[in-house]
Nanobody, 125 residues
Framework: QVQLVESGGGLVQTGASLRLSCAAS????????MGWFRQAPGKEREFVAA????????DYADSVKGRFTISRDNAKNTVYLQMNSLKPEDTAVYYC??????????????????WGQGTQVTVSS
């Protein structure tokens, strides 16, 4: 069992930066790929970024590539999402998720094993 708690969301202006954190509790954090997804009002949840459990592989949605960076600190059981040059279309609830032993092209699949409760990010124009 893995519990995930996101933090770091907020209200910012266009062009600003935010760093989201996701703290994991439970066993074997190192064996989980960690992903970030988001859901805007009236839209389906979409993939944002993910970090493999091994090898340091990362993957990003085209809409955030070059602006967002995912990283993880296994010693702290934490994954981060650094978001730069934020746009109003980035406004959404951001969810952290964990998937056991996932890597490669499967990082984008939404069927992660565990999910956090989400944190709101609002970007004003």
């Amino acid at each position: 069992q893995v519990q995930l708690v996101e933090s770091g969301g907020g209200l910012v202006q266009t062009g600003a930066s935010l760093r989201l954190s996701c703290a994991a509790s439970g066993r074997n954090f190192n064996n989980y790929a960690m992903g970030w997804f988001r859901q805007a009002p009236g839209k389906e949840r979409e993939f944002v970024a993910a970090h493999s459990w091994i090898g340091g592989t990362t993957d990003y949605a085209d809409s955030v590539k070059g602006r967002f960076t995912i990283s993880r600190d296994n010693a702290k059981n934490t994954v981060y999402l650094q978001m730069n040059s934020l746009k109003p279309e980035d406004t959404a609830v951001y969810y952290c998720a964990a998937a056991y032993l996932r890597t490669g092209s499967f990082l984008r699949n939404p069927d992660y094993n565990y999910w956090g409760q989400g944190t709101q990010v609002t970007v004003s124009s």
